[in-house]
């Protein structure tokens, strides 16, 4: 367990309408990300976060913004869902394990149906 | 370049073995292993590092070939329990982010 949660866990939203994903974490991780899974695409990462208010774009950020104020808190926001980011959202941070290796945990995801 | 996993997909009755390949056109850094079981969560698995051993616990392991950018995972004498999607993450240098795999599916019949 990595402590993170995310919320909604599921949403169901209408086309051109905003919505915005929640992660939030308990251990102090300064980096943060943000995936979909689709069938087919296994975990494609669309924004992340190295510290507050620093983030960066993944392989599939278009449509999507991300904003990171406190250190615990990661937010993804669909300016105005459509339909094609129908999908599966993991919430993950980055982990420190032996010497100078880090892997990612992963949150609990929110299911994301755009109608 | 995402790495490529093979099998996409296999289907094995408890007690056998498996071994899934993740294969990559770029020199690694690491390899990931992770297993996501139907409507969970990723859960980490294992690391295999440049110049590391062969990492693994229980009949779980796994290698990593750097000749060849290639690590594999075995699942010794598989238990229901293995039933999942097998992803394996790759990294090129060692601050790099890790890009994802397609996945393999294993299903283990009784």
């Known amino acids: 367990d990595a402590g993170i949660t995310q919320s909604p866990r599921h949403k169901v939203t209408e086309t051109g309408t905003p919505v915005t994903l929640r992660c939030h974490q308990t251990e102090n991780h300064r980096y943060m990300y943000w995936y979909r899974q689709d069938p087919g695409h296994g975990l494609r990462l669309i924004h992340y976060?190295?510290?507050?208010?620093?983030?960066d774009k993944g392989e599939v950020s278009d449509g999507y913004s991300v904003s990171r104020s406190k250190t615990e808190d990661f937010l993804l926001t669909l300016e105005s869902a459509t339909s094609s980011q129908t999908s599966v959202y993991f919430c993950a941070i980055s982990r420190l394990l032996a010497g100078d290796v880090d892997t990612q945990y992963f949150g609990p995801g929110t299911r994301l149906t755009v109608l | 370049q995402q790495p490529v996993q093979s099998p996409q997909a296999v289907i094995l009755r408890e007690g056998e073995d498996a071994v899934i390949n993740c294969s990559s056109s770029k020199a690694l850094y690491s390899v990931h292993w992770y297993r996501q079981k139907h409507g969970e969560a990723p859960v980490f698995l294992m690391i295999l590092l440049k110049g590391g051993e062969q990492k693994g616990h229980e009949k779980i392991s796994a290698s990593f070939n750097e000749k060849k950018q290639q690590s594999s995972l075995y699942l010794t004498a598989s238990q229901l329990s293995y039933s999942g999607t097998y992803f394996c993450g790759t990294v090129l240098h060692r601050d790099d982010k890790i890009i994802f795999g397609k996945g393999t599916r294993l299903h283990i019949l009784p």
């Open positions: 976060s190295y510290g507050v208010k620093d983030t």
